[in-house]
């Protein structure tokens, strides 16, 4: 089945806005790395890798940040939902061995849209 690309996120799962988070944030420094692709499709469970990543690639920063908050608030995410997906976040940081300033400032920003 193929995703609307325009009203993707109204239909997203939990698990396919996990996925999207973390394509979205792993590429934030503009690379998306082996490790990183690695972790993502090893956390997957009945998500549409190939349909988020294309509609993550017709979304700039703040059409990816709106579908992110929205979504969230959509799937009523629980504080502790939120904490246990920055736990994840992180552990993708760390996918290639090594966690350094830009993932340290993107971790920030995640927590800022995530934790209103």
């Known amino acids: 089945m193929e995703m609307n690309l325009k009203s993707s996120e109204e239909n997203w799962t939990k698990d396919d806005l996990r996925v999207y988070i973390m394509l979205f ?3 934030a420094d503009l690379t998306l790395k082996e490790e990183e ?11 549409k890798y190939d349909d988020l990543r ?25 504080e502790d939902q939120i904490e246990d997906l920055i736990a994840e ?3 993708l940081f760390w996918a290639d061995g090594k966690f350094d300033a830009m993932e ?13």
Not at 37 to 47: C, P, Q, S, T
Not at 54 to 73: H, M, P, R, S, W
Not at 104 to 116: C, F, M, Q, S, V
């Open 104 to 116: 340290n400032a993107i971790l920030h920003h995640i927590e800022r849209i995530l934790k209103p």
């Open 25 to 27: 944030f792993a590429n």
């Open 89 to 91: 976040l992180k552990e």
């Open 37 to 47: 692709i690695a972790f993502i499709k090893e956390k997957m469970h009945n998500a």
């Open 54 to 78: 294309a509609v993550l690639k017709n979304d700039n920063d703040y059409q990816g940040t709106e579908k992110i908050e929205k979504t969230i608030k959509r799937l009523s995410y629980s």
